[in-house]
């Protein structure tokens, strides 16, 4: 690992390391990608000001995210089937986020589940909410949610209906898993990652199997989650959420500012300007071309997060600068995952961390609180 120094490189062991069909189901976006690959080339056009001769010691990333102390203003996304990436793979990260100092959001699709999360560590984590069509799953989850004594709720509001991934239907990622040869041999050349998993009772979605009606497999799985996406999910909905869970809320989702309006109107806590990591809707505009526009509409009413794209302290640093209070990463922590399990989340947070604070640095400030729009460099 001594020769991994960017994300970049935790993405190339992950690969070697993560069955294929696991790696690319991380490693993909809607259709053609576009917005995928927008989330992150759009940070590339974004320069900074370059200063010298400033007092750079003494230099501070600590700040808040919805008035909770974080390290430096990081969380991990939500994100699916995490314990494919690594066998019990949320507890891992959720225990490295916790060590560094940063959230972590155990999303409602994960394979370890509340209770294994709550299990494995000792402060309080975020919990993510898809609303399904059965509302007596979704009550019992925010139930488990407080029990494990979840810090934040994240609604995700842009998964409705499921964007389409090529790169999923090709692998023919399913559940119930299917045994064909192609994919026992891109388990066998993994064999790392298999004993991991033979060592593991968690391979399923935990938040689920056992606890939705008629859900005791993982092929009643496949039928219940088919049906269960509520595309009628309405803003009533949301002020629902926010009524049985009656703590910090975080509405994930949001890339439009007459969406951004309506959010800030329901009285949460933030919003996270998001296209799901490019995983939705292909031919959205990236989250950091959005985050200006939205900061500008709300940024007086509502905390404003982002995440989508960020695969550096650079790019944490730009969408700082352009409004945003806190600022998360999906993959760069799955391919940290894949690539070391705990150890790999872990350097992929602190190697973050050192770009942020070096690109603070010599953009002469020394306290990410001061940061604004004012490190940004006009354009070409
Ligand atoms: C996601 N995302 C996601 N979001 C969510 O609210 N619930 C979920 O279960 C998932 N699942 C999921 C799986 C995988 C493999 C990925 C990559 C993403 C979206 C995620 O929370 C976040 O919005 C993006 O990952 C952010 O973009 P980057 O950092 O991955 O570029």
């Known amino acids: 690992m001594s020769q991994i120094l960017e994300i970049r490189d935790l993405k190339a062991l992950a690969k070697r390391r993560v069955p294929k069909m696991f790696f690319d189901y991380a490693d993909s976006g809607a259709w053609t990608e576009g917005t995928y ?11 900074l000001r370059q200063r010298v001769l400033v007092d750079m010691t003494n230099r501070s990333l600590e700040s808040t995210m919805i008035g909770q102390k974080v390290s430096m203003p990081l969380a991990l996304s939500p994100t699916g089937l995490t314990g494919m990436q690594h066998a019990d793979g949320e507890m891992l990260a959720a225990k490295a986020a916790e060590d560094f100092g940063v959230p972590f959001t155990l999303s409602t699709m994960s394979i370890c589940s509340i209770e294994d999360v709550a299990s494995a560590t000792t402060k309080p984590f975020w919990f993510q909410l898809y609303v399904m069509r059965d509302r007596d799953f979704v009550r019992n989850l925010i139930d488990r949610a407080k029990a494990a004594k979840c810090s934040a709720l994240v609604l995700t509001l842009d998964l409705q209906i499921l964007g389409q991934r090529h790169k999923d239907l090709r692998n023919g990622l399913s559940a119930p898993p299917k045994f064909t040869p192609k ?24 938040n689920i199997v056992g606890h939705a009606k008629n859900v005791s497999d993982l092929s009643s799985l496949s039928v219940w989650t088919a049906e269960q996406f509520d595309p009628r999910l309405s803003w009533d909905d949301v002020a629902w959420i926010k009524e049985l869970w009656g703590g910090p809320l975080i509405l ?11 959010a800030a109107r329901t009285g949460a806590d933030a919003i996270i300007v998001s296209n799901h990591g490019g995983r939705q809707l292909d031919g959205a505009p990236s989250s950091i071309s959005m985050l200006p526009k939205i ?12 995440d989508g794209g960020i ?35 872990t350097l992929a947070l602190e190697i ?29």
């Open 37 to 47: 690959r927008a989330n992150e080339d759009d940070f590339h056009k974004i320069k």
């Open 183 to 206: 994919h026992i041999w891109q388990m066998a050349t993994r064999p790392l990652w298999c004993m991991q998993m033979l060592q593991t009772k968690r391979r399923s979605f935990g």
């Open 252 to 262: 994930k989702g949001i890339l439009d500012v007459e969406d951004a309006e309506m």
């Open 295 to 306: 900061v500008d509409a709300v940024g007086d009413m509502i905390e404003v997060h982002l």
């Open 311 to 345: 695969r550096s302290g650079q790019d944490v640093l730009k969408a700082i600068a352009l409004g945003a209070k806190g600022t998360y990463i999906g993959r760069p922590f799955l391919y940290g995952l894949g690539a070391g399990g705990k150890a790999g989340v």
């Open 352 to 380: 973050i961390r050192k770009e942020l604070d070096i690109t603070m640095a010599l953009c002469g400030k020394r306290d990410i609180r001061d940061i604004s729009r004012d490190v940004i460099a006009e354009g070409l």
